[in-house]
């Protein structure tokens, strides 16, 4: 018995025969088409009336264009899925959920991704699933503690320091948003900020194991070196002009020479001319003289030199005077504490004071 073929009808468009494709039947016998007969035999996913995410989908090989292989194997799976065929040109906005042939695998899950969609929306009475529904991706996934697109967020913890933890990732890393509109991070963020923290501890493990030379101060040698560099320049400063007065004593009346400056502000209100006072001298200049760290300091270094007296000169037991051979030294003490500051890394993990805190967020991100 000869096999009878599918009957096609046609319209004529602009003077071209075009096929119509009306029902259920002409879907299922398209892969029977002569390409001829098609309209055309490409597309491109982009810049047409149809929907580009659904174009997208069809594009299988990511091209950007969709082709006659990829319009075939995309009717093959929705004909798999679908009991009766003529629901598909029916131009419906909703797929009722009885519509869906269960009879196999394919259909099977999509019934099911159907119900938890329904479900997820507060809808798991309803027997319709409407294109509006399907394309609310953050409503779907707004309830969900894991939706499949890879990204944890504070909602997929149920352990509250692994959520502070998260959340510090993405405060100190930044984060990605999810399916369902949160903020969370992807693995390679998570990597990256425990990379952070063990930079961040062998850094600080380096200061702790070599304390005497690094932290020539103990927990107070950033304080006393920012009180260093506060009045380095000045006191470099004094120490030269003590050499060039010893270079020349006679040079000694011209570098304390601040009579001319004095007649500039002293019709002036001098509290407010303290800039001005800061660049005089930080005090009187003698040839091989110390620095006495208590008496004749320019009032507008004395703050600044008794915070250095207390955090520098004191510890290092320096009480009245400074030599020049003293300051070299003090210079020198903070080499080492210079070069572990240039060495510092995992700066984004330095908020976090407690390593042991850092340590049990990783073993239970592993363990999660």
Known sequence: MEEVKHVWQFSRVGGVNRVNLESGADLQHLGELDQKLWTALSCPVHGLEVDSKTLELIDTDKDGKIKVPEILAAVKWILSVIKNPDDLVRH?????????????PLGKDLLASSKQILKNLGKADSEVLTVEETSDTE????????????????????????KKCINDIITFIGGVTDRSGKQGVFT???ELFFQHCEDYAAWHAKAENNSSVILPYGADTQKAFDAFKTVRAKIDDYFVRCQLAEFDPVSADVLNTLTARFEAISSKNLSGCMDEIAEFPLAKIEANKPLNLSKGINPAWAGALATFKVLVTDPAKIKKELTEDDWKQIIAGFDAFVTWQAEKAGTAAEALTLMGYVQYCRMTIKTN
Do not use: H, S
């Not at 409503?139 to 692994?162: C, H, P, Q, S, Y």
């Open 188 to 190: 390679e963020q998570i």
């Open 92 to 104: 419906n906005n909703c797929l009722p959920l009885a519509a869906i042939n269960d009879d196999n």
């Open 139 to 162: 409503a779907i996934f707004a309830k969900t503690r894991f939706n499949g697109d890879g990204v944890i967020t504070e909602d997929t913890a149920k352990d509250e320091n692994l």
